[in-house]
């Protein structure tokens, strides 16, 4: 969102005027607004051009020449949205307006395009023996199988990058050397890596522990056998506002028994209910985490984040959830692995 108040315009401002806004920088489009900071519209070159054509003089007003119908947008639309509407309607620029109807910056379409770079750290679990997906992760650690033409782990690394995030560490120790040589530094894919080598099983916390430079900034720890789609950016955002000490993306996870449930009360049936289904949310294996929580990890030993999440609960630290809506998917089985490959390009393309 860029700063207005260069563009800003009184509506008794001259076409000369507009035309100085409009050409002194990048956003080619000036916002007439009232003395309370209503927007009343827009003007572009091309509104002062028709203007001209109709016989209007530089000098004259703009009164008449702006257009009072632009399309705006709310200052809490989500990034994705405004994207939407403005490929929609073809526009590069838009207003935002705060609840009251004024305006409070304007969005470009190229820059919301342009992905940002963030200094989180995402650290991905890639060490697993994938024993259930045998005879597949006999020569191949499961992470590298190929799901749509390349590796799950390859997918994982692009959404990433492609959110913004381009600083990784991988912890690695079933065939690692085919993990490394296939991705090196990262630099192929657009991001820097670095490798952390499990010699012994520390499961999804115990590898923190090994990070060789504590990162600065709350950063992603994610198993390295999930596809998903979800909008990393709005986890962290989500993260942020929240003022959380450890997020943990959540799955609604729907169990039918599969008889009826007889509820009874002191012996006596009050009530069956025919195969209920019942709801749960169930951890995601994708996490956020503050740095200064690394400290109670132990050192060089086995330990898992619901353990490490207990831990932070126990101290009445902020430990939330971040539900899922996105596409999410854990390949542990072979049917798994299959409903991947059937569904990537679906999702992916």
């Known amino acids: 969102?860029?700063?207005?108040?260069?563009?800003?315009?009184?509506?008794?401002?001259?076409?000369?005027?507009?035309?100085?806004?409009?050409?002194?920088?990048?956003?080619?489009?000036?916002?007439?607004?009232?003395?309370?900071?209503?927007?009343?519209?827009?003007?572009?070159?091309?509104?002062?051009?028709?203007?001209?054509?109709n016989g209007k003089s530089i000098e004259n007003s703009i009164e008449g020449v702006y257009f009072t119908e632009p399309t705006v947008v709310s200052v809490d639309e989500s990034k994705d949205s405004i994207i939407n509407i403005c490929t929609t309607k073809k526009i590069y620029q838009v207003p935002i307006l705060d609840n009251e109807g004024r305006v409070v910056g304007i969005a470009m379409l190229d820059e919301l395009l342009k992905p940002k770079k963030y200094p989180n750290k995402v650290v991905l679990m890639v060490g697993g023996l994938g024993t259930r997906l045998r005879p597949l992760t006999e020569t191949t650690p499961k992470p590298m199988l190929h799901v749509g033409g390349k590796p799950i782990l390859q997918t994982i690394v692009e959404r990433f990058a492609a959110h913004g995030f381009t600083d990784i560490v991988m912890c690695v120790n079933y065939k690692a050397d085919i993990i490394r040589d296939y991705f090196g530094d990262g630099s192929r894919f657009g991001v820097k890596i670095e490798?952390?080598?499990?010699?012994?099983?520390?499961?999804?916390?115990?590898?923190?522990?090994?990070?060789?430079?504590?990162?600065?900034?709350?950063?992603?720890?994610?198993?390295?056998?999930?596809?998903?789609?979800?909008?990393?950016?709005?986890?962290?955002?989500?993260?942020?506002?929240?003022?959380?000490?450890?997020?943990?993306?959540?799955?609604e996870y729907h169990f039918q028994v599969p008889y009826g449930v007889v509820h009874i009360e002191n012996g006596r049936i009050k009530s069956i209910e025919e195969k209920p289904m019942h709801k749960f949310f169930v951890s995601a294996g994708i996490y956020m985490l503050n740095p200064e929580y690394l400290d109670l990890i132990p050192k060089d030993e086995y330990y898992d984040m619901p353990t490490l999440f207990e831990k932070l609960i126990e101290r009445g630290e902020n430990a939330i959830s971040f539900p899922l809506r996105e596409y999410w998917l854990d390949i542990g089985q072979m049917e798994e692995y299959e409903r991947a490959n059937r569904e990537y390009f679906e999702v992916f393309s």
Request: charged letters at 25%.
């Open 1 to 53: 969102m860029k700063k207005i108040d260069a563009i800003k315009l009184s509506p008794k401002a001259s076409i000369k005027e507009a035309l100085g806004i409009i050409d002194s920088g990048a956003v080619k489009i000036a916002l007439v607004v009232d003395e309370r900071n209503h927007l009343l519209g827009t003007i572009t070159d091309g509104d002062i051009r028709r203007a001209i054509l």
């Open 195 to 251: 490798y952390i080598l499990e010699n012994k099983r520390m499961g999804t916390a115990g590898a923190l522990s090994l990070l060789k430079e504590r990162p600065k900034e709350p950063f992603f720890i994610m198993n390295g056998d999930l596809l998903t789609n979800v909008n990393f950016e709005n986890m962290l955002q989500y993260h942020l506002d929240n003022e959380a000490a450890a997020s943990m993306c959540v799955r």
